[in-house]
């Protein structure tokens, strides 16, 4: 079960389509209308993504033109970098609760990495 808000998993989620190259700088957002609908929520549920993602940089609100994907790459390519280093910091935490050598836990981490690169 996810521990996150649904704005925050959706705010996740457009944050993982910029860096996959699903959206790239510039493109425009659904409205907050469409995007509820889409993501069948509530719509002020959706205008609080957006906002967040404002908020953050990642997107830019234009008066009676609409949200659009930020214009600041590498802006985005940091908040990304944040936000994975804090999820990646959560699970650390998990684990050394967990009593997990620290050896293990490299070793996992270099196994996980080197399987990626296959």
Do not use: W
Not at 47 to 58: I, Q, R, S, T
Not at 81 to 107: G, H, P, V
């Amino acid at each position: 079960m996810n521990k996150l808000a649904i704005y925050e998993q959706l705010s996740l989620e457009i944050k993982s389509d910029i860096a996959s190259g699903i959206l790239r700088s510039g493109d425009k957002l659904p409205s907050v209308r469409k995007f509820a609908l889409e993501k069948k929520i509530n719509p002020n549920t959706a205008a609080k993504v957006y906002k967040f993602l404002e908020n953050e940089g990642v997107i830019t609100s234009i008066p009676s033109k609409g949200n659009f994907v930020s214009q600041d790459v590498e802006n985005l390519q940091s908040i990304q970098i944040n936000d994975l280093t804090e999820e990646f910091k959560d699970l650390l935490e998990q684990m050394r609760l967990m009593c997990i050598e620290k050896s293990k836990i490299l070793e996992i981490v270099e196994e996980a990495y080197h399987g990626f690169a296959n």
